[in-house]
């Protein structure tokens, strides 16, 4: 029998996305994807989506460029905790403990090979609706807003990285993460992985940073419920002047119908629906994409856009 | 700290529902809900929907009536299947083990307090399409079939019972469902029960049997990726001359979007759709509904049909 | 050969609703709705969604209670409004010119048999939007707003009347009306009409008022582009805690895919779908339902609310 | 007054197709497309969707190549007709009348400036469902087939032409169409078309054939009714290893929803949805589309694919 997988984390608790024009991304996380504040702290706002069951998913921090401040993953136990932290510790990828954010207890933080700032914690403050906020359904977290794309939780984030081997492992050995797809080239390089600790295909991504500058970001994504949400949330960024790059269509890898739309800082957010699409199986066997089948577009023929390949946050010049 | 959850059970893997009319179920569950015959086996047909990662996750056994023959849960491991047969030997629910099941390695059987057949297994068959059902894309089980309801996979059951909490602290206690959501009557009685072992908000449920038989059935429900699915489904049912018991509409109680349909044998069948909804909260905690609450309807109003609370199978008379 | 049909009349253009707590019903066609105000004059305000070409579609008018002020149609070109003043001159309905009304030109009212008032007009005002409403595509009216239901464009009204046959013949003589369906009952009474001017299947319908009580109002109806709209709709109006009716669901009569509501000031309101469906044939026979047909209540089975049968506005002891 | 506009076409009714491999266009209409067969005579195969009135509204036939044999439009009226025929005789673009085609009566042909078949009739046979296609709504012409990609009705066709602004004048002269958008390049050339009889914003549209070849077919459109059905048919062209052209995406032009795709003849054929969008006005002043507007792409940024340019039927070489 081969040994048992390892399930200490949850889920993506929050990202932590930096940028130099702080308002203006408010703007947009506020009224164009329909999210609210939940707290302030320093430079930093803290919003949600109207079904993140947390305080917080997303804290929007002043700085001088744009990129990802860390990623958070929340442990399913003290015990997992205690767990995680013991297997990091030593390994030369601690940072070490950090304490008194908000909405949340004691954090443990690291970085992945590729020098992203990766946090895991246990204790956590379920959001309460300020009366007004209050849900029609008891099941709820907060009210619908009714208010620009109106994003409902957040889904995944994607790193970028010069070595996805090297992240791809630091993963699955240090954090338990079970490795959904994959891209890997002719040379047998790898180029992209997705990675999952729940049900979802994939809580978060990396995929190759052609320019081989470490610890850049590519896209944060928030979930909505319906392909047809993600149509409307295409008229809603073409009304507000709103730059689309990309979609909406659908992934060929994991088959998510996607938007992507860059924020006034330069941060790449994507919209996005994975239907009723859920990895049940504990066995999943990674599916893996060769050059040859990535060379085909995406899952109707769309050919990939070229910035795709090259926009992530910060600039190559800031880092 | 309180102790580690169990983590045993990956998720509901298939039920085998009994017919007396076997060859028109069969019709129903192939040309009207969209599913493919993936074996055949003395008196049972197994059936599956595209997404359906395993061999079938539907078993249809030609019976002198209708009702569950059993609902399958897959493990996460041989030693969370060795852990959890443990942990059912001599609790008094036990039958045993069977082997020799089409699709999955051995079973270790029970019987719930309310008397249904539950069993366990980890080894399982990957549904291998044959040429005239392979995807175009590779992530995929099957082809999109385009035909009727075009069902994606199993989603849950909802057995009925005689005494809720019974059923549910079995279910906890045995196998380590999570409960998501409950009814309790004013006077303390347990009216229903939600419980998963995954990421979606219930893997099954039970309901009481107001006619206080034991071990009867309310609805299995396959998930379709929409709310316009699940319209175009009633459209379908509609021309197809099926028997519309409630719905389209949407739960209060988990939220689900709903149609209530009966198969030929008499069985309810449920499409549904729960769009983006997860609980992802690895310590939810039960959302409890009160009479009062009950008494609003459905989440936009729909009162509850009649039916609803006295139809189950097998018709009361047969058991 | 037949007769040619008369082609007089382009389409319904506005409504004027009457609320005895006109702020109240403002923010509700507002805030919820997501309906602009384009004009105020006096003890009314004009509204219109965000595609209606013409500077309003609704005339909210603060009176001492609820109903119907007004329903208007716009005439094809100045020699078509010219004919249908003609026809109705001396009929015994008309009331004769109105002027100086916001945004169109002069007006011939005239009463239709149930004492409703109906009015008919060429010129019309286009609508301008603001700088800060302009859509991003120039063959839009206005900008998509992303506020609450955001209902597109008025799509039909429904008035109650004592004598449903007079009503239509009225509306088929002097107006030009097609009728594409109809309720007749056993003993010949017609129970329910809905008349076309354009290829949506009906542009108005009248039911009977089962008080007997002439010149009342049963709803009036805005456009959403997708049945998915619909059900968001019914989610925005539990979460602001607005009157759900009935719905959503779809009507046999026309398949219109509906959702029931109260405004604060009593008026129904529906937000339906047509789909891609059109009556194109320019011969089209009236579709004629039974007693026995009706009983089998909406498409999909839903048994219609008693209060649709009953409640009108205004109250009967206000009328 | 200006003198009122003509009224005399009702709508598209049907086109002809041509095709050198028939079976397999056969196949594709009827197994994809989800159409169904309602005659055939001779070389020709008569087909349609569950909701055109009509007996069909598709002519496919066989031949040496591809292309479009001839457009149909229904009048309004038996005087309609005449008065069309009257105006159309002497022009210099009749042909004459022909009778004894399937589905409707004595017809009166032409060419566009272009070369096009242009048909027009009255007498039409309504469609009659054999009883194993009867729908359970008698407000619907056939049951909704639930196989493949199920379209709705005929909804345009887009030709091609050498001078549009010719063909253009042709249309709104002979048979009183109404232009409701146009390309017009910097030079004054006119590039596009889109015409109406309806309130559908086009029953057909006329683009600019650059290889100077009268006579070529760009494409035929049936619809949907929503945009999610338009994803759900990119889903079943990809399995059914259907070309997929270009999107789904949005138009610029008439905000339709689209998806191109190549039956297996070479024609190409449209899947789209127009929302709830109709024109209403009777007065609707064409929007005019500039070069640089038209270099943005489609509406939420798509750039128009090179084919969508060059390929139309039958190939240059053909004609």
Known sequence: MSPEPVLDIAHLGHIELYSAV?????????DVLGMTVSGQ?????????????????????????SGLGHAAFRCRSPQALERRVAALKGSGFEIGWTENEIGHGPAFRCRDPDGHVIEIYYETEWYQAPPELKPALKNQAQ???????????????NGLAVDIRANRTFFETY????????????????AGMWVTFTNKSYDFAYTRDHTNTPGRFHHVTYALDSREDILRAADIFLEAGVHIET??????????FFLYVY???????EVA?????????????????????????????????ESFHT??????EHR
Chains 1, 2, 3, 4 share one sequence.
């Open 22 to 30: 702080p308002e203006k991304s408010l703007s947009f996380f506020v």
């Open 175 to 190: 954090l338990g993460g079970r490795t959904t797809e994959q891209i890997i080239l002719d040379d047998g390089t790898e």
């Open 143 to 157: 009210r619908y807003p009714a208010r620009g794309v109106n994003v409902r939780r957040l889904d995944h984030f």
């Open 273 to 305: 629906n994975a239907g009723a699409r859920l990895v049940l199986a504990p066995d999943w066997k990674p599916i893996v994409w060769t050059e040859a089948e990535r060379r085909k577009g995406q899952a109707w023929g769309l050919k990939t856009i």
């Open 41 to 65: 702290k320093g430079d930093s706002v803290y919003l949600r989506g109207w079904d993140d069951y947390e305080r917080y998913s997303l804290v929007l921090t002043g700085s001088e460029t």
């Open 247 to 256: 979609g909406p269509h659908k992934h060929a890898v994991q088959q998510t």
């Open 311 to 316: 926009h992530g946050t910060p600039p190559v």
């Open 263 to 269: 924020e006034p800082g330069g941060n790449r957010v």
